[in-house]
């Protein structure tokens, strides 16, 4: 059975420079994957290319054997791959089931005509999905918010709304784009809970971009480390930490150790 | 003086603002597009309207007044919703200043497309538009105002509308979260332009004589007025800023000088409201609600 996930020799250039080199990524299903990099590597262009937002210059993206370039956003959302945002992108003014429900469009299962009139299955099929929102939110204990603006909510939950609202999309890959920015320790401790949770109980795999090392090694069972766009290492968390190309790309190198923070 | 004559014709027009206000306030204030060509819907559905009536089916309109009043209503409506698919496939890739350009434009050019065809008038205009079911037309006004607030009411409260408000709320994320944004773009553009056909043609009855100068430019920045002061992504704030903007020229009627003016009065209170009030009447109103709530809290 081929990989859930298989991109190859992924590139895109903007204009002159190549953002992303030729970058061979392999994910099997239900893994918990991490990629890492300093600022600027080119892991955020990565989930842009995964997930349709950019169009990558050549290489494949093959999800279950299929290949999925060139697809539209959307359509991609539809294959099985659901995303979060670095900068938290929710639908501000709508509640937050109303941002689930938004994910929920796809498997609405009403006609517009049924919508207009009340009639059919509009009436059953909305208390579906609301259910199944509600359902999602009280597997990240967000049930109590749900009614509240998404804006409304601290910065910590609206973050859990993201990923609530990825999940609502039943996907088969969830990209993470650093869930942990701008929490605190115990926070993100709580979130390194929830992110296996979600893992386990919607039986998914997941790619995380972090830049908080605590939370990467802490579970994360395989690594990919970008610097200026290509891949310069992958492996277990124990063997990422000791590699010299890793260090040298978090640390700067070149002065054998001795360079001061 | 029969106030009624005075009156019923007012009342009238208002409903068919309200429906131009509510149509507008579906593709900017609910998909947050920025589209100030209106007018050019609002004539397509006048024009077709009126050609559907006077030139289409004149027995039929003789004999059924009320069936063909739907119908020639629903030509309008069908006409602009047509255009506004047109008009919107290759527009909705521009995004907001260029967006707006772009539907000015559109409308100018449906205005001056009419005032150089022969076949409804040119810069003669198109008269001759019979008031198809006399003194029942008010109630069939009424009806499809009200119609037309229902269905905009219920679409809004469905997946689809969720959809369209998302695409306002965060375009990227929508996408990402399996939304069409090009399709519901385009719906909601299409929508707002067959209720402005709508609109349009209750008024080609309604007035019975029609020109390309009754839909030039203000009567869109017009719109976009009730719209605004009423607060975008509103329906309730639609029908309110309608029902404003319809009637501040009528409350302006004691004194010349003030009606003369009142373009200047319109855009006085356009500046004022998106300085203090950018949410609108219905911003005001939930921030009244809200600081009650929190006082009684």
């Not at chain 1, 006609?111 to 597997?139: N, V």
């Not at chain 1, 610097?227 to 968390?237: C, E, H, M, S, T």
């Not at chain 2, 609002?42 to 119908?71: C, D, N, R, T, V």
């Amino acid at each position: 059975m081929s990989a859930l996930l298989d991109i190859a020799a992924l590139t895109i250039r903007f204009g002159g420079l190549v953002a992303v080199n030729r970058v061979d990524i392999k994910i099997e299903k239900g893994e918990l994957v991490g990629l890492i990099g300093p600022n600027g590597a080119g892991k955020t262009t990565c989930f842009n290319m995964l997930t349709g937002v950019y169009e990558p210059t050549s290489g494949t993206i093959c999800l279950e054997g299929k290949n999925i370039n060139g697809l539209a956003p959307h359509q991609i959302c539809s294959k099985g791959v659901a995303r979060t945002f670095q900068n938290i992108r929710l639908f501000k003014s709508m509640t937050v089931l109303e941002n689930l429900l938004v994910s929920l469009h796809r498997e609405r299962g009403y006609s517009l005509a049924e919508a207009l009139f009340g009639l059919g299955r509009f009436g059953k099929r909305e208390q579906e999905m609301r259910t199944k929102a509600m359902e999602i939110l009280r597997m990240l204990g967000l049930d109590h918010r749900a009614h509240l603006p998404a804006s409304s909510l601290p910065y910590g939950e609206q973050r859990k709304v993201e990923i609530a609202r990825a999940l609502a999309t039943s996907p088969k890959l969830l990209l993470l784009d650093e869930p942990a920015a701008g929490m605190n320790p115990s926070e993100t401790a709580q979130l390194a809970k929830d992110i296996q949770k979600i893992r386990k109980d919607f039986d998914i795999t997941v790619l995380l971009i972090e830049h908080d090392m605590s939370l990467v090694m802490k579970i994360c069972e395989r690594i990919y480390v970008l610097d200026y766009g290509q891949l310069i290492a992958q492996g277990k968390p124990e063997e990422i930490k000791r590699d010299p190309r890793v260090i040298e790309a978090y640390l700067g190198g070149g002065l054998g150790g001795e360079q001061h923070a | 003086m029969n106030y009624l004559d005075y009156l019923i014709p007012l009342l009238q027009l208002l409903c068919m603002n309200v429906i131009l206000a509510a149509s507008l306030n579906v593709i900017n204030g609910y998909c947050g597009l920025f589209s100030i060509g209106h007018a050019g819907f609002f004539a397509i559905g006048a024009y077709a309207a009126a050609a559907g009536s006077k030139l289409l089916m004149p027995e039929f309109a003789a004999a059924q007044p009320a069936l063909a009043l739907i119908a020639c209503v629903m030509i309008g409506a069908a006409a602009a919703g047509l255009a506004g698919l047109v008009v919107g496939i290759p527009c909705l890739r521009l995004t907001g200043d260029y967006l707006a350009i772009a539907t000015v434009g559109f409308g100018e050019i449906i205005r001056i497309v009419l005032l150089n065809t022969e076949a409804v008038g040119a810069s003669r205009g198109f008269p001759g538009i019979v008031l198809l079911t006399g003194k029942w037309f008010p109630l069939w006004v009424l009806l499809f105002t009200v119609g037309s607030l229902y269905f905009i009411h219920r679409l809004m409260r469905s997946s689809t509308g969720r959809a369209i408000l998302s695409i306002r709320e965060d375009e990227i994320a929508a996408r990402s979260m399996g939304i069409n944004v090009r399709f519901y773009k385009t719906f909601a553009f299409v929508v707002g332009a067959f209720f402005a056909g709508l609109s349009g043609g209750f008024f080609a009855h309604h007035s019975q004589f029609i020109h390309p100068s009754n839909f030039n430019f203000m009567i869109s920045v017009m719109v976009l007025l009730m719209i605004v002061v009423g607060g975008m992504g509103s329906q309730m704030g639609a029908v309110l800023g309608a029902i404003i903007v319809t009637l501040l020229p009528e409350a302006l009627r004691f004194s010349e000088t003030l009606s003369s003016i009142r373009m200047l009065i319109f855009g006085l209170i356009m500046i004022l409201v998106v300085l203090w009030q950018p949410q609108g009447l219905m911003g005001f109103y939930r921030k009244l609600f809200a600081t009650r709530k929190a006082e009684h809290a």
